[in-house]
């Protein structure tokens, strides 16, 4: 793991491929497994982990929060209206400081040139916590809660329905990869990003797997094993346009009898924070194929992974 991934930035699923995310996921299982049975695994003592948030956050901030904690370290939340960027000090002064304090950079902000510039100017890691292009720390807790839940990926079929943004994309990547098919579902003019689909082509070129993108909500449901939705306006994007999305995604409202359509045995999954009643109903993340809060907790221990294989000495 040291000679692979130590010092090395995680900013998005892309620059991965599916040998090192077979590590990362191998990682997240024995941290977990560790965490449940109670075993020390404070690998990172005395170690210092900065956190820039632009965007609100419960999960991504908080599980960030818990991982460093039982791994010895501590993450310090740096306010943006607080630091000198605020000012309009340049992105490679910011970083190159946080460089000398701290030993990682946690950040999650808009575009993906922010994140890229930190990385730049930084020889510690920095790992993206969600910007417009990609979400890869939920993208591996994807990976790890599939695996758990359905034993193996090979074969399967994942239904996307929901923003087709920062998530979407990391899962279409993931997907790929891994020789699963994916089906993206939304209305008409949301289309993922070109460079993402390329991406995810080439990938499902190699695992054998299909990447399709449709209007046809059936069509993508159909003996789905895993359907996943997103809300439907993400937070600081669109928000002008936030009831018309809302009236032209309610076809793809995740009810029970979107479920029905699925596999008997598929799994409900969203990344949260969800709307009951918009992108799915309280009958569904509630019901027996939920496996929401358990993906929640996944993000703890995939952002552990992510934190010792780039930074352990």
């Not at 990003?193 to 995810?200: F, G, Q, S, V, Y």
């Not at 939705?229 to 979107?258: D, V």
Request: glycine share 6%.
């Amino acid at each position: 793991m040291r000679s692979k991934f130590r010092g090395r930035d995680y900013l998005g699923l892309k620059d991965f491929t599916k040998e090192e995310m077979t590590e990362l996921i191998e990682l997240t299982q024995d941290l977990k497994r560790k965490w449940v049975m109670g075993e020390p695994h404070a690998y990172l003592r005395d170690r210092s982990f900065g956190m820039i948030f632009e965007k609100k956050s419960t999960r991504t901030r908080n599980s960030f929060h818990a991982a460093a904690t039982a791994l010895g370290a501590q993450s310090f939340y740096l306010r943006p209206d607080e630091l000198q960027l605020s000012r309009g000090e340049p992105i490679r002064d910011t970083a190159r400081i946080i460089d000398r304090y701290f030993d990682g950079l946690y950040i999650r902000t808009f575009g993906q040139e922010i994140v890229e510039e930190f990385a730049e100017y930084m020889k510690n890691p920095v790992i993206n916590a969600l910007t417009a292009l990609e979400h890869p720390c939920q993208g591996l807790t994807d990976l790890v809660t599939i695996k758990e839940k359905k034993g193996d990926f090979k074969g399967l079929k994942v239904c996307y329905a929901g923003d087709v943004y920062n998530v979407c994309h990391s899962l279409m990547i993931s997907s790929a990869m891994f020789g699963m098919d994916i089906y993206v579902a939304a209305p008409k003019g949301y289309d993922p990003d070109p460079e993402i689909l390329r991406i995810a082509n080439e990938h499902a070129a190699v695992s054998g797997s299909k990447v399709i993108v449709t209007q046809d909500f059936d069509e993508a449901l159909k003996d789905a094993d895993v359907v996943y939705g997103n809300t439907w306006h993400s937070m600081g994007e669109n928000e002008e346009q936030k009831e018309q999305r809302i009236k032209e995604f309610m076809p793809y409202q995740i009810n029970q009898q979107a479920m029905e359509k699925a596999r008997k045995d598929a799994i409900f999954m969203h990344c949260l924070p969800g709307y009951r009643g918009e992108d799915m109903t309280n009958e569904v993340i509630e019901g027996p194929q939920s496996v929401v809060w358990d993906q929640g907790e996944n993000r703890m221990h995939t952002v552990k992974a992510v934190l010792v294989a780039t930074t352990i000495k």
